[in-house]
């Protein structure tokens, strides 16, 4: 299916950043502990800091992650810290970040027929880091007319770059915190966001009377970048109005065609930030995807927080699966999915016009689009693909299908689908898997539609 799904044309937008990313060592810990004192460090992680604002809520919120080995995503707030990070910190790689840019990267290089991204910035350095495809463009404006360029060719002096640094860790690594020896349980990665002002999530307006004419042009939007959205603006403005603003671009990219969008949901600190974004946005996409922190969060800010805190704390299936269901009627989407570490799961209404064992294909696709990232560090080719089907299930996929059959019964009104997922064991890199496993998911997924006439 993936070689259907190759001639979709997809547009996604709006975050794109520079990933400047650390391999963590133990000694990097050790000397954070040395500099800020075990005690300190302590009190710090106990008042669970949910943006980082000076470097000791850095330092709390990376040992937590450490101490869990679950991917965690920060803001930092403060610009002025980029001096304390660069004199830490060498950076061991810096490349294409952002679930646009990594996305539309992805799907360029496995030659999907056109794959158009947009972002409202776009300076020199960071439209270098798109690949060098001729199918992936950047959408402009000139004499008044829409143009499509290279995002090479596209770049605007003067424009900001967004950087977010992020920490990769390693399954068994072992530090001291005072007296307690820490090992970390899992490889995962520690993203500490860049959340400044000058970085706006919108389309810009000389190109939103384009956007019924890109909608008709396109089988599918991928999109995502919400969780950059400030409450509060200097200039007055706020959430509400890029929102606003959000609500008419998916409308405008709809009005001539019905085309299907995806939102990619990431970590939303701020929980009036993520109920706005949830109300706003999910009403009006066909899919959304998310991983199981997630989902937690976003039930927690609907007001069912005795079940978020259930799959917080215990991680049950029969928990996702109830928490996906209550989403999918209560924000009306056609198909949610969900990617965890050791499974990935899809829940749509029964009347979905494609059968479950599409739609577990449509998932084996994403797991191992996944897997060949993890294992290559990147897709750079559609032959890499392959390199993901070398890659086994993880050793939890027996008690996954269990768990599942256990839920399932309880799904009558659904289709529900889970499997378990193709798990690198020491991996080049986690950056992005979510977002891969999104993109895979939803193109083939759309792409099944299509071939049925329902596309």
């Known amino acids: 299916m993936l070689e259907k799904a190759r001639e979709l044309s997809i547009y996604t937008a709006y975050n794109i950043n520079v990933d400047a990313i650390v391999y963590l060592k133990e000694e990097h810990i050790k000397k954070l ?20 604002n000076e470097p000791l809520d850095f330092v709390a919120r990376l040992i937590l992650a450490l101490k869990t080995g679950k991917p965690t995503a920060v803001p930092l707030v403060n610009e002025e810290l980029h001096a304390w990070f660069d004199s830490r910190f060498e950076y061991d790689l810096e490349r294409m970040g952002g679930q646009a840019g990594i996305i539309s990267n992805l799907l360029a290089s496995l030659d999907f027929r056109r794959v158009i991204v947009y972002s409202p ?30 995002p090479s060719e596209a770049y605007r002096e003067g424009d900001p770059i967004k950087i977010n640094r992020i920490f990769e860790f390693r399954k068994g690594m072992k530090f001291k915190l005072g007296n307690e020896l820490i090992e970390v349980p899992f490889s995962g990665r520690f993203i500490l966001s860049s959340r400044f002002e000058s970085i706006k999530i919108e389309t810009r307006d000389d190109l939103r009377p384009f956007l019924p004419e890109i909608g008709e042009n396109i089988d599918g939007a ?16 706020d959430a509400n109005y890029y929102l606003k603003r959000a609500k008419e671009d998916i409308m405008l990219l709809k009005r001539n065609r019905d ?50 805190d259930r799959i917080f704390t215990y991680n049950r299936i029969e928990d996702t699966v109830l928490g996906g269901k209550i989403l999918i009627d209560d924000m009306n989407l056609e198909v949610l999915q969900i990617h965890t570490i050791y499974y990935i799961m899809y829940i749509t209404h029964k009347d979905n016009p ?13 797991t191992t689009l996944a897997a060949a990232r993890a294992k290559l560090g990147d897709i750079k080719t559609p032959e890499d693909f392959k390199a993901g089907l070398t890659v086994p299930y993880n050793e939890r996929g027996e008690f996954v299908k269990l768990r599942f059959e256990e839920a399932k019964r309880r799904t009558r009104e659904y289709k ?3 499997i378990p997922t193709r798990l690198v064991k020491n991996p080049v890199s986690t950056v992005g898997l979510g977002d891969t496993i999104s993109a895979g998911a939803f193109t083939s ?10 596309l």
């Open 33 to 52: 502990v040395s500099e800020f004192g075990e005690d300190t460090i302590r009190k710090r992680m106990d008042e669970y800091p949910r943006e980082v």
């Open 121 to 150: 910035i776009l300076a020199e350095k960071q439209a270098r880091m798109f690949v060098n495809k001729p199918n992936l463009i950047y959408p402009l404006v000139e004499d008044e007319n829409l143009v499509f360029k290279h």
């Open 222 to 237: 991928i999109l995502s970048g919400y969780q950059g959205i400030k409450l509060r603006y200097s200039d007055g403005k």
């Open 259 to 308: 085309v299907k969008v995806h939102l990619e949901f990431a970590s939303i600190q701020n929980r009036e930030l993520r109920k706005k974004v949830i109300y706003n946005l999910f009403p009006l996409v066909d899919s959304v995807g998310m991983d199981e922190s997630e989902i937690a969060h976003v039930l927690n800010a609907l007001g069912y927080s005795q079940l978020a």
């Open 354 to 366: 494609l059968s479950e064992k599409e739609l577990r294909s449509s998932l084996e696709i994403a």
């Open 416 to 418: 529900v689908v889970i």
């Open 445 to 454: 997924y759309l792409a099944m539609l299509k071939e049925k006439g329902k």
